[in-house]
């Protein structure tokens, strides 16, 4: 896969991501990009975002987004808008549906995937063949996310 040097940085009205890291992937984990989730007026970081490129079996259960937002700054929707903010980079790679997952008890991760527009596929609890699986691990919401009917301007 080829990376897209011009998706470094991405800006959007309250926020800006900056590439932290592209990377690859291996025979488990499929190429993706990880960015700082920052706040465009004062340039502190508020958490991370990555979209994953492509689709296999772990990424399934893994998602094509994933998404940490720091403590004191969840309740803002910035999960929300940097989600959204990947969009025409997932367009630029032919990826017109996203998968989104999350623990099936997450609530804040549900109703952002929910308010993206996902829809929920099944919940379901990863095999142990999976490559994030560990003992206990909780059973995972899992949602697809058509992205091909957002409009630029939707952006």
Known sequence: M??????????????????????PGNDKEIPFYWYNILLK???????????RVGKNYHSYY???????IEEEFRGHSYAFMATK???P??????????????????VPSYKTIKKLGGVLVETVQPPKDYFGYYEGMPKQAIFVLKIQYYKEKEL
């Open 85 to 87: 903010m990947l969009f």
């Open 2 to 23: 080829d990376f897209l040097d011009e998706y470094n940085t991405i800006e959007g009205e309250l926020l800006e991501l900056a590439i932290i890291e592209k990377n």
């Open 62 to 68: 893994n998602g094509n987004v994933g998404y940490y």
């Open 89 to 106: 980079l997932a367009l630029a790679h032919q990826q017109t549906e996203l998968y989104l997952c999350c623990n099936e008890d997450n």
């Open 41 to 51: 007026e004062t340039k502190e970081i508020i958490g991370q975002i990555s979209l």
